[in-house]
């Protein structure tokens, strides 16, 4: 940080506050402590008749590949109002939305990722400014090679794995950095 955004000014350092255990950058003019808190991605996964609706990424990064309808969580939501704003937005679909099935944390890019079951309400549904194409897809024919995103792939063999044991439960894990792997391989923008 260069500038306090309470004050404007331009003394800022980096030091564990008062009763705190985390360094946080505080303004050496006003006090102000500027805490910095993780992203929230949040979305659905759309089914209609056994199939799920993908989109394909008009957008960096990963431009071009497939994801579920999802993206970051606005100020005044909550996280359905979320998931509903951006599977409209990504794929002009209406959804009614189940429960909260996947909980996934990335530290590494501080972002948690919170994806809901969902049930498109009809078959109207279409690519949105975000989105290149969206179609609905049977388990068979995925285009596991061409997801955007490790947190989309893992959403997806749970919701399969869950499907065919005729129970759906909620998965709440972590997905750390391997090897020299971009964080745009893990998250979604």
Known sequence: MNYCSECGAGGLELRVPEGDT??????????????????VVVGALPTWNGQVLLCRRAIEPRRGL???PAGFLENGETLAQG???ETLEEAHARVGLDELFTVISLP?????????????LDPDFGPGQESLEVALFDERDIPWEQLAFRTIARTLRNFFRDRLDGRFRMHVSALERRGPLSPDLLAAG
């Open 66 to 68: 497939w994801t579920l």
């Open 22 to 39: 985390l360094a946080r950058w505080i303004c050496t003019a006003c006090g102000t402590i500027h805490y910095q808190n993780p992203k």
């Open 108 to 120: 590494q890019i501080s972002q948690l990722y919170v994806m809901f079951r969902a049930r498109l």
């Open 83 to 85: 998931a509903e704003r």
